[in-house]
């Protein structure tokens, strides 16, 4: 079962005052959850601003206990901000990212505009928290500002699971099936998905077809299909393509040593939390015992694996909390002797795969 949720941690602070923290996107599905996360792990802010679209300049929004006005973002934004945390999408982290850099802040970025630019840090805080520092980016007066990158929300939960696995015995190769919720696809997702569900109800008898249909390509209450995601030429589509390569970049494997990951991802109609069905091949033999004593160890990883019960992690084991659970730790009969396991992973992708990772990265460059 869950295991009690890590206790917020309020970070040792190097600077003289807490900084002035941005978050741009504040009212979208990742914004909300920055404000909760920022307030449950008391991580000190001076001043916060809000910044959306135009469209939701004058809304407010609540952040321990006072009302605070979202402010259109504009070139103008970051003046005196030391940390800006953007959730609002690739293109408009793309344009304002290195305006807030100009401005002297440093960028946590949950988009994919920058994951894999060279020299901006892609990082798991438990996974490899050495790129930050590596890269000398901080709030403290003798590091400077830049870019640091969240990864893919699915990289994110999968490499939370496989990470202290491939440490031990190295991942040669990977096969991850994933079942992404509503909310990954953002605040209007999870709505159309509410709305679906209503309209296909209200037809008696069975099942009915849906009006609402703006954000998605097909029907999404009671069906599931192919991540949206822009399609390639080569048949996966971006969503796959990133868990590929966002891994190789955060376990900084080189041409020779990188891991063979084929993906595919899938959105199912949940509303929040992604699960991943993970099947791994290593280079040395891990016994199913010694894997499960690796994950019950993991920082930020719970598991539920409980055969007698046919008890599981679900979607819901997920929603609101910050481990990934992983269960159906098995080796993988059709590979030789102990070479092979497979594993199921459930992640709260808009807490752990976004807005508490960015939030777990701020922390570490407070210290
Ligand atoms: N949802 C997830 O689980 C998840 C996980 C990892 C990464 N991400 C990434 O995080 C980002 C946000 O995702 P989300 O799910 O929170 O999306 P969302 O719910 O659709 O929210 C989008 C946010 O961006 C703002 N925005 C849109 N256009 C803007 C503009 N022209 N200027 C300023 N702000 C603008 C929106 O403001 P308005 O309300 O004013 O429109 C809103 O605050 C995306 O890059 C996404 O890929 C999301």
């Not at 600077?15 to 959850?33: C, F, K, L």
């Not at 946590?108 to 930050?132: K, Q, Y």
């Not at 659970?325 to 992708?349: A, K, M, N």
Request: net charge negative.
């Amino acid at each position: 079962m869950p295991s009690s949720q890590p206790q917020p941690v309020a970070p040792s602070v190097r600077r003289q005052s807490a900084p002035h923290v941005a978050i741009a996107g504040a009212t979208g599905a990742v914004g909300e959850e920055f404000l909760r996360v920022l307030a449950q792990r008391h991580f000190p802010i001076g001043k916060l601003t809000l910044l959306a679209s135009a469209r939701s300049a004058g809304k407010t929004l609540a952040f321990n206990g006072d009302d605070y006005t979202c402010e259109e973002l504009t070139e103008d934004s970051f003046k005196d901000v030391d940390l800006a945390l953007f959730s609002a999408g690739g293109s408009i982290s793309k344009k304002f990212g290195p305006v807030a850099v100009d401005a002297g802040a440093v960028v946590v970025d949950n988009s994919s505009a920058f994951r894999m630019t060279d020299g901006v840090p892609l990082v798991v805080p438990e996974v490899n928290p050495e790129a930050i520092t590596d890269a000398n980016i901080g709030l403290g007066s003798d590091n400077v500002a830049g870019i640091i990158a969240n990864p893919n929300c699915s990289t994110i939960i999968m490499l939370m699971a496989v990470t202290p696995l491939h440490r031990a015995v190295a991942v040669k190769r990977m096969v991850v099936s994933t079942y992404q919720a509503a909310s990954g696809a953002g605040a209007a997702a999870m709505r159309e998905l509410e709305q679906q569900t209503r309209e296909a109800l209200s037809e008696p008898g069975a099942v009915g077809e849906v009006k609402t249909q703006a954000i998605f390509p097909f029907q999404y209450a009671f069906n599931l299909f192919s991540h949206n995601s822009p399609m390639q030429p080569n048949g996966y589509n971006q969503e796959e393509l990133k868990m590929v390569h966002e891994t190789h970049k955060i376990w900084a494997q080189n041409e020779n040593e990188k891991t063979a990951i084929t993906a595919t991802c899938i959105r199912v109609p949940v509303m929040r939390a992604h699960a991943e069905s993970i099947n791994l091949t290593f280079a040395h033999p891990l016994p199913e015992d010694e894997a499960r004593r690796l994950l019950e160890q993991a920082p930020g990883v719970s598991l539920i694996d409980d055969r007698a019960n046919n008890r599981f992690p679900m979607p819901l084991d997920a929603t609101h909390r910050d481990d990934c659970y992983v269960g159906r730790i098995r080796r993988d009969l059709s590979q030789p002797g102990e070479t092979g396991l497979d594993l199921f992973v459930c992640g709260d992708q808009v807490r752990k795969g976004a807005a508490l990772n960015a939030v777990q990265i701020a922390e570490l460059l407070l210290r």
